[in-house]
């Protein structure tokens, strides 16, 4: 399978329970930002780089307040990110709280850190390593604008892969990536084992006009369209149809509230990109934000967000279907394979 086995059957009976108690809006996933970093929850899918390292200078959450926030918003899936999760104090306890709640847990980093953290977790069929790589060295140093970081985050890759763990890497497409510099990293990462592969969309932070977005949308298009192409037989883990949205095949509806943010000021509203506000609870956050505000032809800071948050919550929540969408993501979840490329298969 794409994903373990475990994380797929509690994520299905999770939206099957939702949908049962009839509610309307049920989240996936919870992402903890402990460190307050606001834009860089997502590392590099917010502004196109790895995050600056070393710990945050304001506030931060404690462990306590980050489980009272899964207590809020239940979802089997929890992601700790942030500019550098390892960075923070509580990373170990936080980590194990999490797994011993039988959560599906994503640690995201730019994977500096990673060799000398491991210790302080064994490997867990529940534990994921999701490590930021934009390309090969050259590109991703220049990216980050580390000189070194890319062999500092293979190295850890590595190490984390010797040790046992599960590894996924997340990458950002930009308008002007090479698709085939970031086929030759997936070939140098499939030789030591690394599970899946995620694609993140570029954000850009200004805005743009009109004829500026046009042109933005095109160049992602065509760029998701090499990404399927080239890049189709590794152990994608970004959905089907959240694939076809970044390919300009279909619409979804913006579903933020889907993958809320938590951090040191609330749950970020209406989500990670806007930095519009915060709400107390993930309650409120439903409740007292105007979701209709928000979305591309509604609200100009939305035309160029392609964010998963929204996008590919809104796909994998099954807004905006369409007839064989199940059979597509059943079809899609099964003919992966953690770690293993297809060889000779037709690309998607």
């Not at 399927?228 to 883990?237: A, I, K």
Request: glycine letters at 10%.
């Amino acid at each position: 399978m794409r994903y373990p086995f475990g994380l797929v059957f509690d994520s299905a009976r999770h939206r099957i329970a939702g949908k049962l108690r009839g509610e309307r809006k049920r989240a996936v996933m919870v992402s903890l930002d402990p460190l307050g970093e606001g834009r860089n929850a997502y590392g590099c899918a917010s502004n196109g780089t790895n995050g600056a390292s070393g710990p945050a200078n304001g506030p931060m959450l404690s462990v306590a307040e980050c489980l009272a926030a899964l207590d809020e918003c239940d979802t089997p899936v929890v992601s700790i990110c942030g500019a550098e999760p390892l960075e923070y104090p509580g990373i170990q306890e936080l980590a194990w709280a999490i797994l011993d709640r039988g959560k599906h847990l994503f640690l995201c980093t730019d994977g500096a850190l990673i060799r000398r953290r491991l210790h302080m977790i064994p490997p867990e069929t529940n534990f994921f390593w999701n490590v930021k790589l934009n390309g090969t060295e050259k590109v991703h140093d220049g990216r980050a604008q580390r000189p070194g970081m890319f062999v500092e985050a293979l190295d850890g890759v590595k190490a984390a892969k010797n040790a046992g763990f599960f590894v996924v890497v997340t990458t950002t497409i930009y308008p002007d990536t090479d698709v085939n510099d970031v086929a030759a990293l997936y070939e140098m990462l499939h030789t030591i084992h690394v599970d899946g592969y995620m694609f993140s969309p570029f954000y850009p932070k200004e805005k743009l006009c009109r004829v500026g977005s046009a042109t933005f949308h095109e160049k992602m298009y065509q760029r998701f369209r090499e990404v399927s192409s080239v890049l189709g037989d590794y152990n994608v883990m970004t959905s089907p149809i959240y694939l076809e949205y970044l390919r300009g095949e279909r619409e979804l509806d913006c579903c933020a509230w889907g993958s809320p943010v938590y951090g040191p000021k609330g749950w970020m509203a209406p989500c990670y990109l806007q930095e519009q506000g915060y709400a107390k609870s993930y309650k409120a956050l439903l409740e007292d934000t105007v979701w209709e505000n928000y979305g591309r032809g509604i609200n100009p800071r939305c035309e160029t967000c392609m964010s998963h948050a929204g996008y590919e919550s809104a796909a994998l929540l099954g807004a905006n279907p369409k007839a064989g969408d199940c059979w597509k993501m059943l079809a899609w979840q099964l003919s992966g394979n953690l770690g293993e490329k297809r060889e000779g298969t037709q690309k998607r």
